[in-house]
Antibody, heavy 120, light 107 residues
Framework: EVQLVESGGVVVQAGGSLRLSCAAS????????MHWVRQAPGKGLEWVSV????????YYADSVKGRFIISRDNNKYSLYLQMNSLRNADTALYYC?????????????WGQGTLVTVSS | AIQLTQSPASLSASVGDRVSITCRAS??????LAWYQQIPGKAPKLLIY???TLEPGVSSRFSGSESGTDFTLTVSSLQPEDFATYYC?????????FGQGTRLEIK
């Protein structure tokens, strides 16, 4: 059974930094692209970033480009999101999501999310 | 970026009803559309991809169709566990985007 468990969400001041983690299990982690998707309180879903299987390609939503960095450690079955220069608008539940392949942008498994609150 | 417009924004229905939700894309996305279900407090769940292909394990009450840039999710004979928010998503190129969601409530 695929399991994705996010951690690292806290209350942080605007302008601060934070690193989210996602621990994966139940599948061959290194074979799949992985994503971060966020959901602001009471709002819809927003794709944030993707990393391919071997971390040679990364892409970001315009809203986070230049501030967030996605990375992975296939040996540790882990996905990360380094979040810098945080803004109030970054307040959201951050989900780790598994791609169905090498970058289909289709998400067949999700974690339970970790809440990031940016305060001013 | 491609815009996806869902309608209606909310919908009230009864157990046993048949309901449909529409998602209109701002340009051709070549059937690269998925539907997700999100129950309050839970993560989204993939229901349908490629506009009409049911994800394994998903009830056959759910079906998807397309006509040009218009896509429809239909739920036949609503069950209590179907009351949730539904999102469409295009995935044919970067950046992927979601519709704003349709909240399906019990009448």
């Amino acid at each position: 059974e695929v399991q994705l468990v996010e951690s690292g969400g806290v209350v942080v001041q605007a302008g601060g930094s934070l690193r989210l983690s996602c621990a994966a299990s139940g599948f061959s982690f290194g074979d799949y692209a992985m994503h971060w998707v966020r959901q602001a309180p009471g709002k819809g879903l927003e794709w944030v970033s993707v990393i391919n299987w071997d971390a040679t390609e990364t892409y970001y939503a315009d809203s986070v480009k230049g501030r967030f960095i996605i990375s992975r450690d296939n040996n540790k079955y882990s996905l990360y999101l380094q979040m810098n220069s945080l803004r109030n608008a970054d307040t959201a539940l951050y989900y780790c999501a598994k791609d169905t392949g090498s970058g289909t942008y289709l998400f067949d498994s999700w974690g339970q999310g970790t809440l990031v609150t940016v305060s001013s | 970026a491609i815009q996806l417009t869902q309608s209606p924004a909310s919908l009230s229905a009864s157990v046993g009803d048949r309901v449909s939700i529409t998602c209109r894309a701002s340009q051709d996305i070549s059937s690269a559309l998925a539907w997700y279900q999100q129950i309050p407090g839970k993560a989204p769940k993939l229901l349908i991809y490629d506009a009409s292909t049911l994800e394994p394990g998903v009830s056959s009450r759910f079906s998807g169709s397309e006509s040009g840039t218009d896509f429809t999710l239909t739920v036949s004979s609503l069950q209590p566990e179907d009351f949730a928010t539904y999102y469409c998503q295009h995935f044919n190129h970067y950046p992927t985007t979601f519709g704003q969601g349709t909240r399906l409530e019990i009448k």
